[in-house]
């Protein structure tokens, strides 16, 4: 590499220039490639580290898949997703405690960001495997190492499509919900299998070096695993910066601030101030309808011509019935206090009025075993009900809420508010209400 000589420099310095340059290069020759095990100095890397985070994932993996199958059941609970059958095993009832799904889904992305940090994490401390030559060794090892790489992009795209759906990122051709299940089943496979094959490992890191006594390590006691072939701990170790305890409270310390700066979105009330970074829920309302709105009327697309005097709800059975607004509030009207939960996280619990979708699908002679499609004014936004969601007494077609008309943000002039299903069902400027065979 030559270096430009700048004008009105002296005789001796492309001398001193090409001196400097043989220096840097033969720095550059020493320094060990990523591939050699010389090359990764953290003293902290090693069995005994990445058996604590991978345990301390076991329990966050279990609840986010747990509590992520509930959320799929409760998306679909017919049970059917695009004409394919997909198994349900449970879906929480509408009459459960109306905060119940919120509770599942609060649980899901809270847990699921407060967990990035420790995955991030263990992905550094076994970053010297990726580079690791020869590629592979062994038929075995070939398929060790796919399974890992799998399990690497599995983990990573449930990371990246939750936290992008967070975002609200989804609407494009891309489908979140086939995405995010199809890439849990792939990851909870691979992580349940992972654990399987690791447990040998674990037990040795925890028996030689006691489960939690390098806790009790400060940064004077920290010294390096010693180094096995094709192991993680360093052959060549730096001198510790921080201690592994010192490390692990960084990485705790990340996931609470995430949780304090997250979970407020989910907890409601006077915590949505703290919920920094939750994108969503800053739109409000004015007065009874002060409460977030994530699609306003108006990127709906919703005119107040849609909504006028012509507006008419059709309801379809055995009989098909026309209703203006003033003959839904001159039917039986009841209250109840019901808490929307976004999949994204945030949940919002108010004060709902409007008829019963019972006494709807009473009127119109919905047949016994029916589901329920509810249909927006807004072009391709729908939801479909399975009979014991709304035949429950809590299953509205709200006209009001907390005392006063619903604002056009929320849904004017009548929306589906059911208790426990994805907030997303509780679809807003309905126009019909299809009861018919699942
Ligand atoms: N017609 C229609 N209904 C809708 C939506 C929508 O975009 N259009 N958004 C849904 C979503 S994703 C949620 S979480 C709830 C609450 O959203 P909001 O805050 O926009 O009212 O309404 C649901 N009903
Ligand atoms: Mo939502």
Not at 155 to 172: C, K, P, S
Not at 405 to 411: A, F, N, R, T, Y
């Amino acid at each position: 590499m030559s270096a430009t000589k700048s004008p009105g420099q002296d005789a001796s310095a492309p001398e001193r220039e090409t001196h400097a340059t043989v220096d840097r290069s033969s720095r550059r020759s020493d320094r060990p490639s990523p591939s050699a095990p010389e090359f990764w100095r953290s003293p902290l890397r090693g069995p005994w580290l990445t058996s604590f985070l991978g345990t301390l994932l076991i329990p966050a993996v279990a609840v986010m898949l747990v509590t992520g199958f509930i959320s799929h059941w409760a998306y679909y609970p017919e049970g059917t997703v695009d004409g394919r059958d997909i198994p349900v095993l449970f879906h929480i009832p509408a009459s459960w405690p109306t905060w119940s799904y919120a509770v599942n889904q609060g649980t899901h992305v809270t847990l699921g960001l407060m967990t990035l940090p420790f995955v991030l994490a263990k992905l550094w401390s076994v970053m010297p495997k990726l580079f690791q030559r020869p590629v592979v060794s062994s038929f075995a090892n070939a398929l060790e190492r796919l399974s890992l790489l799998a399990l690497v992009a599995s983990v990573l795209v449930e990371f990246a499509t939750g936290i992008l759906n967070v975002d609200d990122y989804f609407g494009g051709p891309l489908d979140f919900n086939t995405l995010h299940y199809y890439g849990a089943w792939v990851f909870g496979t691979l992580f349940v299998l992972h654990a399987c094959v690791k447990l040998p490992t674990v037990r040795r890191a925890y028996r030689t070096r006691g489960a939690l006594k390098p806790l009790l390590e400060g940064l004077p006691q920290t010294a390096p695993e010693p180094p096995v072939a094709e192991g993680l701990a360093p052959t060549n170790p730096g001198a510790p910066t921080i201690s592994r305890r010192g490390l692990l409270a960084m990485v705790g310390g990340a996931s609470l601030t995430i949780f304090a700066v997250e979970a407020g979105q989910s907890i409601g009330g006077p915590f949505r101030r703290l919920a920094l970074l939750a994108p969503r829920g800053r739109v409000f309302g004015t007065g009874p309808n002060d409460f977030p709105v994530t699609h306003t009327a108006a990127t709906a697309q919703i005119t107040p011509a849609m909504t006028g005097p012509d507006w008419r709800l059709t309801a379809v059975g055995e009989q098909t019935v026309s209703l203006t607004r003033d003959e839904l509030l001159a039917m039986d009207q009841a209250t109840h206090t019901i808490t929307i939960t976004c999949t994204e996280g945030w949940s919002t619990t108010q004060r709902w009025t409007g008829v019963r979708l019972a006494d709807l699908a009473r009127l119109v002679n919905a047949r016994k075993g029916a589901m329920l499609g509810a249909w927006s004014i807004e072009s391709d936004h729908g939801a479909s009900f399975v009979e014991s969601q709304f035949m429950d007494d809590r299953a509205l077609l709200a006209l009001r809420v907390n005392g006063t008309d619903l604002s056009p943000d929320h849904g004017y002039p009548a929306r589906v508010i059911v208790p426990n299903v994805p907030g997303t069902h509780n679809t807003k400027w309905v126009r019909e209400l299809r009861f018919e065979a699942g």
